[in-house]
């Protein structure tokens, strides 16, 4: 079975761009959970999507922002991007008959 | 908001056990504990997860302690591949979501 893939690998944008990041999760997976890692605060939880519906939130600012699609396909967005936002973000996917989440090998962003 | 405490390192020689503790003085009864690993800015690697009883899969076992409060992942024969920041979670099951709180973790260093 495949394993989660997340689009693009590396993505370098400016300040104030905003930026799609894409997740296709595990065949049969239905949730979608969003996470940013940083060195400064490790990896923290951004939200996540079952059924196409946000089922929880982390505690990030409105320009995060994500959906989830009828095939279970994520994707995340970050509006006015910020010298912060540099990092790697991470999809995981999940079964509904399993609390087992599995990690994509999420994409760099980096903001200049 | 992690709920544990690993130590912030670890060595261990090449071809031994390593041995990586956790506590988790506050988890709750229906509280799993979770270990994953991540390799150098790679996607977190799921290890193994277990409620009370010891587990053991095909890359570890988990000896969580009777009042739970500890648990300890036991690679059996480590190798240099096994160098990674190992990460003991416990799982935050809310009524609708799941998301997975990450500490700092301990990064275990397998060296010949």
């Known amino acids: 079975k495949a394993g989660v893939t997340q689009t693009p690998r590396y993505l370098i944008k400016t300040r104030g761009q905003q930026v799609t990041l894409s997740c296709s999760p595990i065949s049969g997976h239905r949730s979608v959970s969003w996470y940013q890692q940083t060195p400064g605060q490790g990896l923290q939880f951004l939200f996540e999507y079952f059924s196409e519906t946000q089922r929880n939130k982390g505690n990030f600012p409105g320009r995060f922002s994500g959906r989830q699609f009828s095939n279970s396909r994520s994707e995340m967005n970050v509006s006015t991007l910020e010298l912060g936002d540099s990092a790697l973000y991470l999809c995981?996917?999940?079964?509904?008959?399993?609390?087992?989440?599995?990690f994509g090998p999420g994409t760099r962003l980096t903001v200049l | 908001d992690a709920k544990t405490t690993q130590p912030p390192s670890m060595d261990c020689a090449e071809g031994r056990a390593a041995n990586l503790p956790c506590n988790h003085s506050?988890?709750?009864?229906?509280?799993?504990v979770y270990w994953y690993r991540q390799i150098h800015s790679q996607g977190p690697q799921y290890i193994i997860h277990g409620l009370k009883n010891n587990e053991t899969n095909e890359m570890a076992s988990l000896i969580i302690t009777e009042d739970r409060k500890s648990s300890t992942l036991i690679l059996p024969h480590a190798t240099l591949r096994d160098t990674a920041v190992y990460y003991c979670?416990?799982?935050?099951?809310?009524?609708?979501?799941?998301?997975?709180?990450f500490g700092a973790g301990t990064i275990l260093r397998v060296k010949s």
């Open positions: 979670i416990v799982r935050s099951d809310m009524e609708y979501g799941n998301k997975l709180v």
């Open positions: 506050t988890i709750s009864g229906n509280e799993y």
């Open positions: 995981a996917s999940r079964g509904s008959f399993t609390d087992t989440q599995y």
